[in-house]
């Protein structure tokens, strides 16, 4: 069973920047990256495919980029324009349509001034 990772969360004030990583322990295919904020259900924010091709929910599109290492088992997610309502714990994991793989911890990203 392949294990997530993800590091690169932070406390940033709005309008700032953060990059997030996700490592995985084996080869991975399309992934997706969500977040769960206090009190909310978790949420998928995008996704990426095996070649490439993305998705966004509406909430980031525009701000985000998710993309992908396959020779490293890396997906990254760049964060930009952050907003107070971007804060959450982060997780990465299979697109939604595909086997999920166990949960990692997340990463805390934190927006306030």
């Known amino acids: 069973q392949v294990q997530l990772a993800e590091t690169g969360g932070g406390l940033v004030q709005p309008g700032g920047s953060l990059r997030l990583s996700c490592l995985a322990s084996?080869?991975?295919?399309?992934m997706g990256w969500y977040r769960r904020a206090a009190g909310n259900e978790r949420e998928l924010v995008a996704t990426?495919?095996?070649?490439?091709?993305?998705n966004y929910a509406d909430s980031v599109k525009g701000r985000f980029t998710i993309s992908r290492d396959n020779a490293k088992n890396t997906v990254y997610l760049q964060m930009n324009s952050l907003k107070p309502e971007d804060t959450a714990v982060y997780y990465c994991?299979?697109?939604?349509?595909?086997?999920?793989?166990?949960w990692g911890q997340g990463t805390q990203v934190t927006v306030s001034s």
């Open positions: 994991n299979a697109a939604v349509g595909s086997i999920p793989y166990n």
């Open positions: 084996g080869r991975i295919f399309a």
């Open positions: 990426i495919t095996t070649g490439g091709s993305t």
